[in-house]
């Protein structure tokens, strides 16, 4: 009996298919308005190193990360996809499991040219980005303090204490609520050292975010003699 190879749908790429076994890539492509869309296998390269590869929208694909990506759990954290038996050539999704992988210059990448380190830096292509710890309130007209955050390309912020938990710190399975607990109370602490997974509804949660809120409204208070209630 002929073993059933099975393909999923990888989403970031409009059409494409990616087979269990790595060996299978194809895609959709647009025909005749009237007429179905007809599939196309596209040529898995290798390049220098051994890792295999395909094409697509002008871009390198690496085979593993799309098998890894539509067959393979990933872990908080992980950003890096690891063959079991060191064959690169190998893709079958039994042979990848997702690990977390410093860059050699200890940052951890997070995706789309981002990066983070353990003491709290946000990097962008290899440099430091800008952060911000304040935001207008237009409804209140007025500047108001929030957790350090970061602005991605498309103008998103993302709080800079959970993209650092989440990159270096395994989220506990069981915990309905999860936030982040600063440990020794500082808001604006982001070092992964002093961060820590916790239910949200914990008490040594509740009691850090009383303190934080103390410190947001020193910070509010900054903010309004600096830009004047404005």
């Known amino acids: 009996?002929?073993?059933?190879?099975?393909?999923?749908?990888?989403?970031?790429?409009?059409?494409?298919?990616?087979?269990?076994?790595?060996?299978?890539?194809?895609?959709?492509?647009?025909?005749?308005?009237?007429?179905?869309?007809?599939p196309k296998k596209l040529a898995i390269q290798t390049d220098q190193n051994g890792c295999l590869y395909i094409k697509a929208d002008g871009k390198?694909?690496?085979?593993?990360?799309?098998?890894?990506?539509?067959?393979?759990?990933?872990?908080?954290?992980a950003n890096a996809v690891q063959h079991v038996d060191g064959n690169l050539a190998n893709c079958h999704k039994t042979n990848l499991r997702w690990i977390a992988k410093d860059n050699p210059d200890g940052s951890r990448s997070i995706g789309n040219g981002f990066a983070v380190k353990r003491d709290g830096t946000v990097l962008k292509d290899g440099r430091a980005v800008n952060t911000i710890d304040y935001i207008y309130d237009p409804d209140l007209g007025a500047h108001r303090a929030?957790?350090?955050?970061?602005?991605?390309?498309?103008?998103?912020?993302?709080?800079?204490?959970?993209?650092?938990?989440?990159?270096?710190?395994?989220?506990?399975?069981?915990?309905?609520?999860?936030?982040?607990?600063?440990?020794?109370?500082?808001?604006?602490?982001?070092?992964?050292?002093?961060?820590?997974?916790?239910d949200q509804y914990s008490t040594e949660y509740q009691e850090y975010w009383k303190d934080r809120q103390k410190d947001i409204d020193k910070r509010n208070k900054e903010l309004e003699e600096e830009f004047g209630g404005h």
């Open 1 to 38: 009996m002929k073993q059933i190879v099975k393909e999923r749908p990888y989403y970031a790429i409009s059409g494409l298919t990616v087979s269990e076994d790595g060996l299978t890539i194809k895609r959709q492509y647009k025909t005749t308005p009237g007429y179905p869309d007809y």
């Open 60 to 77: 390198k694909h690496f085979v593993d990360v799309l098998v890894a990506t539509c067959f393979c759990h990933k872990p908080d954290g």
């Open 146 to 198: 929030v957790d350090d955050r970061y602005i991605d390309e498309k103008s998103k912020q993302h709080p800079i204490d959970e993209t650092i938990a989440t990159a270096y710190i395994p989220k506990p399975t069981g915990i309905k609520n999860p936030k982040v607990l600063h440990k020794d109370h500082n808001y604006k602490n982001s070092n992964a050292d002093n961060l820590q997974w916790v």
